[in-house]
């Protein structure tokens, strides 16, 4: 993770250089639709008992009208996780293809315009520089977050554990320590 300073020093590059999200805290999901068929895995490829959701959260997913072949990178999030929640839901983020973020975030956005959340789905909202320090202090709030996750526009996604840390592109800017350091 980086410094939540450095979200003031890339608000000062030309707008929409950098793209910014809510980094969720649960558990990454990889939700693949190969014709109509949704096949779930963990962030390592796993498809065992171990990752899988309750079938109201895959049932829900199923019902967008998808394109038939799509990846898309999600966070399950859920009691088991956190206590305080509700109910269940799967947060969708990005879609896995070889394309810049900008493209595939702004895609994404359009499902979520056009589709909406559902209860058990959402899309992640994504925002641009400038302005991603103010996000990240209004998100410290959040108790679902744990900070942002920082990319730029023209960042290719990097699959498999510690992504970030192998693409000099994308950050994660966290204020878990912070958030407890403060209580």
């Known amino acids: 993770p980086v410094s939540p300073d450095f979200l003031k020093k890339i608000d000062q590059d030309a707008p929409g250089t950098w793209l910014g999200s809510i980094k969720a805290d649960g558990f990454r999901r990889i939700c693949q639709k190969n014709g109509k068929v949704w096949h779930i895995s963990g962030k390592k490829g796993g498809t065992g008992e171990h990752v899988k959701m309750p079938n109201e959260i895959a049932d829900a997913l199923a019902e967008y009208p998808w394109p038939e072949n799509i990846t898309l990178d999600c966070e399950w999030i859920g009691r088991r996780m956190i206590e305080h929640v509700a109910h269940e839901y799967l947060y969708v983020f990005d879609i896995l293809d070889g394309a810049p973020a900008i493209q595939r975030l702004s895609l994404l956005n359009t499902f979520g315009m056009l589709w909406g959340d559902s209860v058990l ?17 209004e998100q410290m709030t959040n108790p679902l977050s744990e900070g942002l996750v920082v990319r730029r526009a023209d960042s290719r996604h990097l699959m498999g554990r510690n992504g970030c840390l192998r693409n000099s592109l994308v950050f994660k800017v966290k204020y878990r320590n912070i958030r407890e350091l403060i209580k």
Do not use: A, H, S
């Not at 789905?121 to 202090?137: E, H, S």
């Open 121 to 137: 789905v959402k899309f992640m909202p994504v925002w641009t520089n400038p302005g991603l320090f103010d996000r990240f202090q």
